[in-house]
């Protein structure tokens, strides 16, 4: 289990929020993606290797007001 935070479409955007989420004491790192012909880069805590811990986090997560749009992501 993964949470999503963010997806960017630089790759210098994802690493200043990664470094933010670090210094929260998150397991923050980026995840690249192509989609239809175009790269995103995804920033995401985690691995998460309970349901219900990924679930306690994202509530955690969720309640700062930008990360409100954080969601689970089953890898």
């Known amino acids: ?25 998150y397991d923050a790192y980026v995840d690249k993606a192509d989609v239809a012909g175009k790269t995103y880069y995804r920033v995401k805590i985690g691995p998460i290797f309970k349901e219900d811990k990924a679930i306690s986090m994202l509530q955690e997560i969720q309640s700062i007001d930008k990360y409100k749009e954080s969601y689970i992501v089953k890898e």
Do not use: D, F, P
């Not at 289990?1 to 004491?25: C, D, F, H, P, R």
């Open 1 to 25: 289990w993964s949470i999503q935070i963010a997806s960017y479409n630089t790759l210098s955007k994802a690493q200043n929020e990664v470094k933010y989420l670090q210094g929260m004491k």
